[in-house]
C-alpha cells in the first residue's frame, strides 16, 4: 500500500493542501516552522487515526478553527480507497472510508501503515519502560486489530482496577469488587502479553538485520521483561512464546501474591503495562551504558526493523522521517535512505535542500509557510 494523495484542512499552519505524492521517496525541505513535521503528522491520522507526534486532536486544528480534516487515497495493489478523518470539538472524530463512516476508529487498523521516526526517537533505548512499550504498541496495533482492542480493554480495565483498590476498604464487598475487575484485566492482560511474547522475537530478528548500522560486528537484540513472572524459557530472543491460557494462569498468580501489598498502596503492581523491552548491545543492556551515538544507531535499527515487520506481509509501508538527516553523517544519511527505499514509500523532512544520490530519484517539494511546491 502506499499514499497517493493528501489532503488537509485548517490543519496546524495549513489552511488547504492537496499534494500528489511518489510511489518512492518524497523529500520535504523547509525552514524551521514551515510546516515540514506536520505533513508526517496529517499522515498519521489517516494511519493509526491521531497523532504520532503525540498531539491532542484539540492541538492540531488550526488556531482560531473548530476543527480539522485529512485525506488520502491509498493504493492497494490495484484498487484505490479514499480515507477522510474530521474532527471537532463538538462531534469528535469521525473517518469514512470510500465514503462509508467506519463504526469504530480501530477499524481504521491495516488501511495504511506508517513507521514514524524522529530525532526524539533516540530515546527509545534511553528512556522509561513506557517509550519501550509505546514502539511495540503502535507496530502490534497496525497489525492486528484484536490486538488493539485487547490493549484498549486493558487500559480501560486497569483504571477501573486502580480506583477499586484506591477505595478498598477491609470487608467483603469491597473485595468482591476487587475480584471482578482482576478477573477482567488477567483476561485482557494475558491477551496483551502473549501478542507481546509471540511478537517480540519476530522484532528481534528484524532488528539485528539492520545491524549494518551499528557499528561493525555488533549484536543487537532484544528481550521481552514482564512483570508476571513467566518462567526463563519465555521471553528470550529464540525461547518459545507461551499460550495466552498460561499467561493468565500465571498473572493470576502473581496478582494474588501482590494483592496484600496492592490494597496497601492503592493501584496495580503487576501486568503489561508494567512490562519493559530490554534492548541489548553485544549482551549489555543499552539503557544503562549506551553511549550517544550508540543509542542514535539502536534507535535506527530498531525503527527500520519496525518498517520490516509491518512490511513483512508484504503489504507496504509508509516510512516517516522527520528531521533525521541532520543527525546522521553523510554515509549513514546515504545507507539509510537505501534501506527505506527498500520498503516502498517514504516521506521525509529537512530543513536542508536535497542532495546527494537520493534526489535524483526523489519526488522534492519545498515547504513555506504552509505553502508547498513540487521542485
Ligand atoms: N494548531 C496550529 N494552528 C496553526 N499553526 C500551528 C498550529 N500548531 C503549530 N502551528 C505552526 O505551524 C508551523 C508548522 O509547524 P511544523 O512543526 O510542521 O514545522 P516544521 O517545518 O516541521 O519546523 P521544524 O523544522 O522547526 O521542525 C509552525 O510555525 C507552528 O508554530
Ligand atoms: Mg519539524
Not at 471537532?88 to 465514503?99: P, R, Y
Request: glycine share 10%; aromatic share 6%; proline share 3%.
Amino acid at each position: 500500500m502506499w499514499l497517493r494523495a493528501l489532503r488537509l484542512e485548517n490543519f496546524r499552519n495549513y489552511e488547504s493542501l492537496e499534494l500528489e505524492l511518489a510511489q518512492g521517496l518524497n523529500f520535504f525541505s523547509g525552514p524551521n516552522g514551515s510546516g515540514k513535521t506536520s505533513i508526517l503528522e496529517g499522515v498519521s491520522y489517516l494511519a493509526v487515526a491521531r497523532s504520532l507526534r503525540g498531539s491532542n486532536d484539540g492541538e492540531v486544528g488550526r488556531w482560531g478553527e473548530g476543527g480539522f480534516g485529512v485525506g488520502g487515497d491509498v493504493v492497494t495493489g490495484e484498487r484505490s480507497s479514499t480515507v477522510v478523518l474530521r474532527f471537532s470539538k463538538a462531534a469528535g472524530k469521525e473517518v469514512t472510508v470510500d465514503g462509508e463512516p467506519l463504526a469504530k476508529l480501530s477499524d481504521l487498523v491495516g488501511v495504511l501503515r506508517v513507521a514514524w521516526f524522529c530525532p526524539e526517537d533516540t530515546w527509545i533505548t534511553k528512556g522509561q519502560p513506557a517509550a519501550r512499550r509505546k514502539l511495540i504498541d503502535l507496530t502490534l496495533c497496525q497489525l492486528d486489530p484484536a490486538y488493539l482492542s485487547s490493549l484498549t480493554g486493558y487500559r480501560r480495565t486497569l483504571r477501573q482496577r486502580n480506583e477499586a483498590l484506591l477505595t478498598w476498604t477491609p470487608d467483603e464487598e469491597s473485595d468482591r469488587i476487587v475480584e471482578v475487575w482482576t478477573e477482567r484485566l488477567v483476561e485482557y492482560g494475558s491477551a496483551v502479553v502473549a501478542k507481546r511474547l509471540e511478537f517480540v522475537p519476530r522484532f528481534s530478528d528484524a532488528v539485528s538485520q539492520y545491524q549494518s548500522f551499528v557499528a561493525a560486528g555488533d549484536t543487537l537484540s532484544l528481550r521481552y521483561r514482564s512483570s508476571v513472572p513467566l518462567g526463563d524459557d519465555a521471553t528470550g530472543a529464540e525461547g518459545r512464546s507461551l499460550e495466552q491460557d498460561d499467561v493468565a494462569e500465571k498473572y493470576r498468580e502473581a496478582l494474588e501474591s501482590r494483592s496484600e501489598d496492592e490494597r496497601r498502596r492503592g493501584f496495580t503492581l503487576v501486568g503489561p503495562h508494567r512490562d519493559d523491552l530490554d534492548v541489548r548491545l553485544n549482551g549489555r543492556v543499552l539503557r544503562t551504558f549506551g553511549s550517544q551515538g550508540q543509542h542514535r544507531t539502536a534507535a535506527i535499527a530498531l525503527k527500520l526493523g519496525e518498517a520490516a515487520v509491518l512490511d513483512s506481509d508484504g503489504q507496504g509501508v509508509v516510512v516517516l522521517l522527520d528531521d533525521i538527516l541532520s543527525e546522521l553523517d553523510d554515509e549513514r544519511a546515504g545507507a539509510l535512505i537505501d534501506l527505506v527505499g527498500g520498503h516502498g514509500q517514504a516521506l521525509m523532512t529537512s530543513t536542508r535542500p536535497m542532495a546527494g544520490a537520493a534526489a535524483e530519484d526523489a519526488a522534492g517539494f519545498v515547504v513555506e509557510a504552509g505553502k508547498v511546491e513540487r521542485q
